[in-house]
């Protein structure tokens, strides 16, 4: 009779492998210029909700809501699990979620300002920095994902 710590100690099947590599990290994406980018955003994001925290606490919600997007992007992508959702445009997606970040911080960056608290003009200030590597990510996509292939659109 086999106990659980026998099907512990046996090594896993060829399947039960290959199921369990699709959440293994690519430390290559990691230190690309797109995780790069991921990575910073997080941070900035969480910067900013704390900054949000300590002074205004009505703007906190959309620092707080772009940062579990940008964790979800940069664990999708990290994971490559992306590739099993096929029949979504995930190029299109991370430009969406760059402008609609960019609009959210922009908004919220100036209206945290107009408090004159210390805590609102540092979210301020990273919020500026934020919407410029937002907008960077956003250009870099469209660049290399979204233009390729509106070019090859005019050509056929």
Known sequence: MLSALDCRDRPPEEGTAARLQGFAVDKTFLSSLKGILLETELALT??????????ISAYMAAALLEFFITLAFLFLYATQYYQRFDQLNWPCLDFLRCVSAII??????????????GAAIAAFVFGIILVSV???????????????RASQGDQQ
Request: neutral net charge; glycine residues 0%; contains cysteine.
């Open 134 to 148: 937002f907008a960077y990510d956003a250009f870099k996509i469209y660049r290399t994902e979204m233009a390729p």
């Open 46 to 55: 969480f910067i900013i909700f704390i900054c949000f925290t300590a002074s």
């Open 104 to 117: 959210i911080f922009l908004v919220v960056s100036f209206a945290a300002v107009t408090s004159r608290d």
